[in-house]
């Protein structure tokens, strides 16, 4: 689905200031950091202080949540006394949405002052090395549907954002990542994260096992239906970007495996993970210092 009305973008500059305007005149939040929770992990949002929320179908231009497991809630709020902004539910692409509306909250985080965007999802587990509640930090990805011209920079590009051909060999930031490896030893995690590279597929069906096998050859450790089209959008805007994955499930890599993939499972692997989850991004960010990582955000991003 082409997210272009003749030459326009459904989702044009002027809609997303409108936007921002609308939620910042309702709310004196003033966000540095934005948070995508993933399937099931709506909760991250739960030991926020000052909590302000909106749903998402009183925001302006904003799409609906259809899935289950993501509320369809924006959260402003603060964790660690940093003020955060969570997306208590997501968009996918197989809900029917366009790339540009699944990533309209990116630049709503952008215009509303937001600097650092953490993602976070559910996914399969390509490698042999994953457990099912383990933790992914995105070290890069594949973006298997942007091959295929689904892809949210897709057509006119305004310059407001960011520039026509962004750089995205560095899309997570290294810093960010090692926070989080250094902070998960700390927290006694060491045993259950790890770096991997998280895929993207359509969806809504999940793989097959040609398939599953493909992507694993391609180089991918997990798969999943959503993140890499916020991030690029994310990282074409100059924010500064983090990822994590939580292994919810294997994916069949073998015509004998008994297991059957479904959403319930993913559900239920994210809700009794979702604790340590939070915690992990909860002591990331009690030590992430915003000033000191503003000035490498404006180093890093010249895009
Ligand atoms: O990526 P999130 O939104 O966490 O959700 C994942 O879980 C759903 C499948 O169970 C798909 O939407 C997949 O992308």
């Known amino acids: 689905m082409m997210h272009i009305k003749g030459n326009q973008c459904c989702c044009s500059f002027d809609d997303c200031r409108n936007t921002a305007e609308w939620l910042l005149s309702r709310t004196r939040h003033r966000p540095k950091i934005g948070i995508i929770c993933g399937s099931g992990l709506g909760l991250l949002v739960d030991s926020a202080s000052r909590k302000q929320s909106f749903r998402y179908e009183d925001i302006p231009n904003f799409p609906a949540s259809t899935v289950a497991g993501h509320e369809g809630c924006l959260v ?26 699944v990533t309209f909250p990116v630049r709503i985080f952008k215009l509303l002052g937001v600097e650092t965007v953490i993602v976070t999802n559910a996914s399969g587990s390509l ?18 549907p942007g091959f295929a ?62 398939e599953a096998r ?68 909860y002591a990331m960010i009690a030590k992430y210092d915003i000033n000191e990582l503003n000035q490498s955000v404006q180093m890093n991003c010249q895009n």
Do not use: W
């Open 149 to 210: 011209g689904q892809h949210p920079l897709c057509g006119p590009n305004d310059e407001r954002f960011g520039i026509r051909f962004p750089c995205m060999s560095d899309a997570y930031s290294e810093e960010l990542r090692k926070l989080a490896l250094d902070t998960s030893a700390e927290l006694g995690y060491s045993d259950f994260v790890h770096e991997g590279v998280y895929c993207m597929v359509s969806g809504p069906n999940f793989e097959t096992v040609a």
């Open 76 to 101: 402003f709020g603060d964790l660690k006394e940093k003020p955060c902004v969570f997306m208590q539910g997501r968009f996918h692409l197989y809900e029917g949405y366009s790339m540009c509306k």
């Open 214 to 281: 493909m992507l694993h050859i391609l180089g991918s450790d997990s798969v999943g239906m959503s993140t890499i089209p916020e991030v690029t959008v994310a990282k074409h805007c100059g924010l500064r970007v983090f990822g994590l994955s939580l292994i919810t499930n294997k994916v069949p890599l073998d015509y004998s495996s008994e297991e059957k993939v479904n959403h319930e499972e993913v559900l239920q692997i994210s809700k009794m993970r979702a604790e340590m989850v939070q915690s992990l991004i």
């Open 127 to 144: 490698s042999q090395d994953f457990k099912v509640g383990d933790i992914m930090i995105i070290k890069d990805h594949i973006n298997l």
